[in-house]
Nanobody, 125 residues
Framework: VQLQASGGGSAQTGDSLGLSCTAS????????IGWFRQAPGKEREFVAA????????YYSNSLRGRFTISRDNGRNTVSLQMNNLKPEDTAVYYC???????????????????WGQGTQVTVSS
């Protein structure tokens, strides 16, 4: 499956931004789709994930409440809504997908086989 991430950009503290991850080549059915981010000089960090079929969602404890992951059946897209943005949210955001993932690995970027190209989010104070 090929993934295309879009929607990044620049924002001010307190603003909202939405990111989208669209699959091509096949549908997301049966996949777990995750969002990760990586700031300069830091390791890749789990943000949120969704199991497409069950619609179960998972969040980083530190981001729960500000970020929301959702799906759009018609567009075969998983979105990440980011509210009340902070400068520390500045990073390249990646979407990823896995066709077979165990519960304990959902937050581990190594468990995802397919990756989009990343989209930059910059939040200024």
């Amino acid at each position: 499956v090929q993934l295309q991430a879009s929607g990044g950009g620049s924002a001010q503290t307190g603003d909202s931004l939405g990111l989208s991850c669209t699959a091509s080549g096949r549908t997301f059915s049966g996949y777990t789709i995750g969002w990760f981010r990586q700031a300069p000089g830091k390791e890749r960090e789990f943000v949120a994930a969704m199991k497409w079929n069950s619609r179960s969602t998972y969040y980083s404890n530190s981001l729960r409440g500000r970020f929301t992951i959702s799906r759009d059946n018609g567009r075969n897209t998983v979105s990440l809504q980011m509210n009340n943005l902070k400068p520390e949210d500045t990073a390249v955001y990646y979407c990823a997908a896995s066709g077979s993932i165990i519960q304990s690995s959902i937050q581990n970027h190594l468990a995802y086989a397919y990756w989009g190209q990343g989209t930059q989010v910059t939040v200024s104070s």
